[in-house]
């Protein structure tokens, strides 16, 4: 991370000597709640198999496994190589009696992500069917789940091969089953919509925002699911970090017609905001959208949603790159996959945390969530911790020539936005990756998908990410450019090239914003050599040493090269690729700068952190090649300390100064057995140190 952090934000304190007398004390809110979310993640039964009749509530299930969500029936097979795991059906049935207190109430099943075509039935009703494996769907069950009585709810999910559905083929294992958290909402009759693709019914489009001041449009969608009638109005409260309220505005009254729909606007103006800038100071406000009844003799609260608000403007520039509230922010980042070794995608909040604090970790200024809608939790994180971040579709590699698969990727996209429209963190919204053909329907698709983004959210910046380095017409649909390039590992070399490219790109079409979408090289945390030269990327030997020194070459050619308005490392962390058999690893895409299980840091993890973050680092490489059979070697440490001071089994190897966070002692001789090689260093005035221990068997 450049650049100082602002003061961390804070709720009170003391006024400064001599300063103005303090102000009366603000007003505060808190929203009401009068909606009830009950988790649905215990207490599931699951087969992995077609399981006729298992809708009925009287099947019986009682040999089936007995499962929590999120699950995943590819947690093992989907990552063993030979990609020979099992896409198909699985079942899953789960008893629930209601709580008391929601006679009345609408009930609606939520499913934050089941892969990839599921179908629900609640008491032997069918409650509808969601295509597409990576968006949030709710059914209403209202009036087929009973109160006071047990009730059974049957889920079939496939995620086989279908040419409707996006995506049709990728890089990585399509995990099957419900694999996201599972929840019942009980609302209002008279509600801000919960159908409207399953986003929250409040949209926050932010205009003009600036440190003077900042305009803000509220759209709220309401829905009367009475038999008559009701007069309504809208109050939106907008409240800062530590509660204290902002704005505090009413609607005019409207009556909304029963079975039916109608949309609320308010135009809001904050003056002297605090801004979201993100890492420094990824400030969040509160906006609480209250929905009041108004048709009896007294104002009836029926429904709140309450969404995040962070306050930001985002530009790019073709010359200067990447803009956030006006001052250039340098986007260097990382592409994430939801995968996690013994778990597939079915991963729990801790899980995306862990993840998180490891993209913070390294200093990284954006993500890309590649290649697909990733669960609510790692936006609310991005938005947290003030990353910029890439959202995309799973439209990859090809598509169907079909009305069907049209439509289905269409349905991703506006799900995509409208469940996200209000994360401050989402700057770009991505309509694909690697098309492999770039024909008439593919440029058609993709021509109508950016029109969507144009339509649904025009703030925002569309984006698309080409397979290689060529200018083909794939990505001349979006207001920006990414480019998927790996010179050194699948082709050319990682001394020039990539900067050559670049320089080309920018040379022959200036006006283009272009972006390095992916980039990396494969290492398995087993395989060591000194200074190695390129190896096969689909051979069996991955150095670690080598990924290392690709990462120096490559940031040392994107950081010198402003108009690039993002670079982001592919990948964060290994994942799971079933087809792929190399470095040592079947089933596995190596080019994480951490390991699948997030137990290593690879030595490119270092080189980043050294490099993005103003966290002190100070890390000496080939630490797991601890058993050597060559005396001679190097010692070769990543630090943003100014000079860093070396020895060997308590010997001075002496003191080296570094401008490119590269510290090496060439030439150095081992003796048989231990070896202890120790560093140290100061760093913002505090000493560090580091130390691994060598073995030289002969």
Same mark, same amino acid.
């Given at each position: 991370?450049?650049?100082?952090?602002?003061?961390?934000?804070?709720?009170?304190?003391?006024?400064?000597?001599?300063?103005?007398?303090?102000?009366?004390?603000?007003?505060?809110?808190?929203?009401?709640?009068?909606?009830?979310?009950?988790?649905?993640?215990?207490?599931?039964?699951?087969?992995?198999?077609?399981?006729?009749?298992?809708?009925?509530?009287?099947?019986?299930?009682?040999?089936?496994?007995?499962?929590?969500?999120?699950?995943?029936?590819?947690?093992?097979?989907?990552?063993?190589?030979?990609?020979?795991?099992?896409?198909?059906?699985?079942?899953?049935?789960?008893?629930?009696?209601?709580?008391?207190?929601?006679?009345?109430?609408?009930?609606?099943?939520?499913?934050?992500?089941?892969?990839?075509?599921?179908?629900?039935?609640?008491?032997?009703?069918?409650?509808?069917?969601?295509?597409?494996?990576?968006?949030?769907?709710?059914?209403?069950?209202?009036?087929?789940?009973?109160?006071?009585?047990?009730?059974?709810?049957?889920?079939?999910?496939?995620?086989?091969?279908?040419?409707?559905?996006?995506?049709?083929?990728?890089?990585?294992?399509?995990?099957?089953?419900?694999?996201?958290?599972?929840?019942?909402?009980?609302?209002?009759?008279?509600?801000?919509?919960?159908?409207?693709?399953?986003?929250?019914?409040?949209?926050?489009?932010?205009?003009?925002?600036?440190?003077?001041?900042?305009?803000?449009?509220?759209?709220?969608?309401?829905?009367?699911?009475?038999?008559?009638?009701?007069?309504?109005?809208?109050?939106?409260?907008?409240?800062?970090?530590?509660?204290?309220?902002?704005?505090?505005?009413?609607?005019?009254?409207?009556?909304?017609?029963?079975?039916?729909?109608?949309?609320?606007?308010?135009?809001?103006?904050?003056?002297?905001?605090?801004?979201?800038?993100?890492?420094?100071?990824?400030?969040?406000?509160?906006?609480?959208?209250?929905?009041?009844?108004?048709?009896?003799?007294?104002?009836?609260?029926?429904?709140?949603?309450?969404?995040?608000?962070?306050?930001?403007?985002?530009?790019?520039?073709?010359?200067?790159?990447?803009?956030?509230?006006?001052?250039?922010?340098? &986007?260097?980042?990382?592409?994430?996959?939801?995968?996690?070794?013994?778990?597939?995608?079915?991963?729990?909040?801790?899980?995306?945390?862990?993840?998180?604090? &490891?993209?913070?970790?390294?200093?990284?200024?954006?993500?890309?969530?590649?290649?697909?809608?990733?669960?609510?939790?790692?936006?609310? &994180?991005?938005?947290?911790?003030?990353?910029?971040?890439?959202?995309?579709?799973?439209?990859?590699?090809?598509?169907?020539?079909?009305?069907?698969?049209?439509?289905?990727?269409?349905?991703?996209?506006?799900?995509?936005?409208?469940?996200?429209?209000?994360?401050?963190?989402?700057?770009?919204?991505?309509?694909?990756?690697?098309?492999?053909?770039?024909?008439?329907?593919?440029?058609?698709?993709?021509?109508?998908?950016?029109?969507?983004?144009?339509?649904?959210?025009?703030?925002?910046?569309?984006?698309?990410?080409?397979?290689?380095?060529?200018?083909?017409?794939?990505?001349?649909?979006?207001?920006?450019?990414?480019?998927?390039?790996?010179?050194?590992?699948?082709?050319?070399?990682?001394?020039?090239?990539?900067?050559?490219?670049?320089?080309?790109?920018?040379?022959?079409?200036?006006?283009?914003?272009?972006?390095?979408?992916?980039?990396?090289?494969?290492?398995?945390?087993?395989?060591?050599?000194?200074?190695?030269?390129?190896?096969?990327?689909?051979?069996?030997?991955?150095?670690?040493?080598?990924?290392?020194?690709?990462?120096?070459?490559?940031?040392?050619?994107?950081?010198?090269?402003?108009?690039?308005?993002?670079?982001?490392?592919?990948?964060?962390?290994?994942?799971?690729?079933?087809?792929?058999?190399?470095?040592?690893?079947?089933?596995?895409?190596?080019?994480?700068?951490?390991?699948?299980?997030?137990?290593?840091?690879?030595?490119?993890?270092?080189?980043?952190?050294?490099?993005?973050?103003?966290?002190?680092? &100070?890390?000496?490489?080939?630490?797991?090649?601890?058993?050597?059979?060559?005396?001679?070697?190097?010692?070769?440490?990543?630090?943003?300390?100014?000079?860093?001071?070396?020895?060997?089994?308590?010997?001075?190897?002496?003191?080296?100064?570094?401008?490119?966070?590269?510290?090496?002692?060439?030439?150095?001789?081992?003796?048989?057995?231990?070896?202890?090689?120790?560093?140290?260093?100061?760093?913002?005035?505090?000493?560090?140190?580091?130390?691994?221990?060598?073995?030289?068997?002969?």
């Amino acid at each position: 991370m450049t650049g100082g952090a602002l003061a961390p934000f804070t709720c009170g304190g003391t006024a400064d000597a001599g300063a103005a007398p303090p102000r009366a004390a603000a007003v505060t809110y808190a929203a009401p709640r009068p909606r009830t979310r009950i988790d649905l993640n215990t207490g599931w039964r699951f087969t992995r198999r077609e399981a006729n009749g298992a809708h009925a509530p009287g099947f019986d299930d009682s040999a089936w496994a007995q499962v929590t969500t999120p699950h995943t029936w590819n947690a093992e097979d989907g990552a063993d190589g030979g990609n020979d795991y099992y896409r198909g059906v699985g079942w899953y049935r789960r008893h629930c009696t209601l709580p008391e207190g929601l006679a009345g109430k609408m009930l609606f099943l939520q499913f934050a992500g089941a892969n990839q075509v599921a179908e629900v039935w609640a008491n032997g009703t069918y409650l509808g069917r969601h295509t597409g494996g990576y968006a949030r769907f709710r059914f209403d069950a209202t009036g087929v789940l009973r109160h006071d009585a047990d009730n059974v709810i049957a889920v079939r999910v496939t995620n086989a091969h279908d040419p409707d559905i996006a995506p049709l083929s990728a890089d990585f294992s399509f995990s099957g089953g419900i694999y996201r958290n599972v929840s019942l909402w009980a609302v209002d009759k008279l509600q801000v919509r919960m159908l409207d693709h399953a986003g929250p019914g409040i949209y926050l489009r932010q205009r003009a925002v600036t440190t003077a001041s900042a305009e803000i449009t509220v759209t709220t969608k309401l829905w009367n699911n009475n038999s008559a009638g009701r007069s309504v109005a809208v109050r939106t409260v907008i409240a800062d970090a530590c509660g204290a309220v902002v704005v505090d505005e009413r609607s005019e009254t409207r009556t909304v017609a029963a079975g039916t729909g109608s949309e609320v606007a308010q135009d809001i103006t904050i003056a002297g905001p605090r801004l979201w800038n993100g890492r420094p100071d990824p400030h969040l406000y509160r906006v609480s959208v209250e929905v009041h009844d108004t048709t009896g003799p007294d104002d009836r609260i029926t429904d709140v949603v309450t969404e995040r608000l962070g306050l930001r403007s985002v530009a790019v520039d073709a010359g200067s790159g990447f803009h956030l509230n006006g001052a250039h922010l340098g &986007l260097h980042g990382v592409n994430l996959h939801q995968d996690r070794a013994g778990k597939g995608w079915a991963v729990d909040d801790a899980d995306h945390i862990q993840d998180f604090d &490891l993209v913070e970790e390294i200093g990284a200024t954006a993500v890309r969530m590649a290649h697909y809608q990733h669960d609510q939790k790692d936006y609310d &994180l991005a938005d947290e911790r003030g990353l910029v971040v890439w959202a995309e579709i799973p439209l990859i590699d090809g598509i169907s020539d079909s009305s069907a698969f049209t439509a289905g990727t269409r349905l991703q996209l506006i799900e995509l936005i409208r469940q996200n429209y209000n994360h401050p963190s989402i700057a770009f919204w991505g309509i694909g990756n690697e098309q492999r053909r770039d024909n008439r329907a593919t440029n058609a698709l993709l021509g109508t998908l950016a029109g969507i983004v144009a339509a649904e959210d025009p703030e925002r910046i569309s984006t698309y990410a080409v397979a290689g380095g060529g200018d083909p017409g794939l990505g001349k649909h979006t207001r920006t450019t990414g480019y998927n390039v790996y010179y050194g590992w699948y082709s050319g070399s990682k001394d020039g090239d990539l900067g050559r490219w670049a320089d080309g790109r920018h040379r022959d079409v200036p006006d283009r914003k272009i972006a390095v979408s992916e980039y990396g090289a494969g290492a398995n945390i087993a395989h060591h050599a000194l200074n190695p030269e390129k190896p096969d990327p689909g051979g069996v030997f991955h150095p670690e040493e080598y990924q290392a020194l690709f990462h120096e070459a490559a940031w040392k050619q994107l950081s010198s090269r402003p108009y690039l308005w993002g670079t982001f490392v592919w990948n964060m962390f290994d994942f799971a690729s079933d087809w792929r058999d190399e470095g040592g690893q079947p089933g596995i895409n190596d080019k994480g700068l951490v390991t699948r299980d997030r137990r290593i840091r690879k030595d490119a993890f270092y080189w980043y952190k050294a490099n993005w973050s103003a966290s002190p680092t &100070l890390y000496i490489t080939s630490r797991r090649w601890s058993q050597r059979t060559n005396p001679i070697t190097e010692l070769k440490v990543y630090s943003n300390a100014d000079q860093v001071t070396a020895g060997l089994n308590g010997r001075s190897l002496g003191t080296r100064r570094s401008t490119d966070r590269i510290f090496i002692w060439p030439g150095l001789t081992l003796t048989a057995g231990e070896n202890e090689v120790a560093v140290t260093a100061t760093i913002d005035g505090e000493e560090h140190s580091d130390a691994t221990i060598w073995a030289l068997r002969r």
